[in-house]
T-cell receptor
Framework: KAGVTQTPRYLIKTRGQQVTLSCSPI?????VSWYQQTPGQGLQFLFE???????NKGNFPGRFSGRQFSNSRSEMNVSTLELGDSALYLC??????????????FGPGTRLTVT | QKEVEQNSGPLSVPEGAIASLNCTYS??????FFWYRQYSGKSPELIMS????GDKEDGRFTAQLNKASQYVSLLIRDSQPSDSATYLC??????????FGKGTRLHILP
């Protein structure tokens, strides 16, 4: 099976702009989670989507949003970018609905730099 | 108290020795526990999952879970230089979120 893919891999934006990141999960996986990773805070949970519905949400401001499509592909959007949004954004997919539903498989990530 | 705690390291282990990585968690209802390996500049890779008390072995890796003491550990036998990476412990909490520790940096000395 193909792994989780994320596009773009690298992105440079300026403060105030918005950005959209895309994630395609492993075929058959219905759950997609998004994480932000920074050196200081580690991996922080943004949100999880399952069957086009946001099932869980982390403690991030409303500038961070996401959605999931019927084919399980997911996008996350960050509006009004701030310097502190510079991070590696990781998408993870899992099968959901089974004993091993929490086993997550990560994509390569999108490195976002805000200047 | 942090939800998932790990010693940040670095933990230096001679090649061929056993590397022992530890993790404690705060939510007593947690049921699923994971170890991920992350090489510098790469994304995390799932290496072990464990759901029941006791040991689970997979090749050179052994995960150990003690729910009463709320800790989970990872042993790496016959450590190789390629094992040098950051190891992340992850646990599901009562809100069904997967919470990651900040990771332990492991350095295998040739």
């Amino acid at each position: 099976k193909a792994g989780v893919t994320q596009t773009p891999r690298y992105l440079i934006k300026t403060r105030g702009q918005q950005v959209t990141l895309s994630c395609s999960p492993i075929s058959g996986h219905r759950s997609v989670s998004w994480y932000q990773q920074t050196p200081g805070q580690g991996l922080q949970f943004l949100f999880e989507y399952f069957s086009e519905t946001q099932r869980n949400k982390g403690n991030f401001p409303g500038r961070f949003s996401g959605r999931q499509f019927s084919n399980s592909r997911s996008e996350m959007n960050v509006s009004t970018l701030e310097l502190g949004d510079s991070a590696l954004y990781l998408c993870a997919s899992s099968s959901a609905g089974t004993l091993y539903s929490y086993e997550q498989y990560f994509g390569p990530g999108t490195r976002l730099t805000v200047t | 108290q942090k939800e998932v705690e790990q010693n940040s390291g670095p933990l230096s282990v001679p090649e061929g020795a056993i590397a022992s990585l530890n993790c404690t968690y705060s939510d007593r209802v947690s049921q699923s526990f994971f170890w991920y390996r992350q090489y510098s500049g790469k994304s995390p890779e799932l290496i072990m999952s464990i759901y029941s008390n006791g040991d689970k072995e997979d090749g050179r890796f052994t995960a150990q879970l003690n729910k009463a003491s709320q800790y989970v550990s990872l042993l790496i036998r016959d450590s190789q230089p390629s094992d040098s990476a950051t190891y992340l412990c992850a646990v599901n909490n009562r809100d069904d979120k997967i919470i990651f520790g900040k990771g332990t940096r492991l350095h295998i000395l040739p």
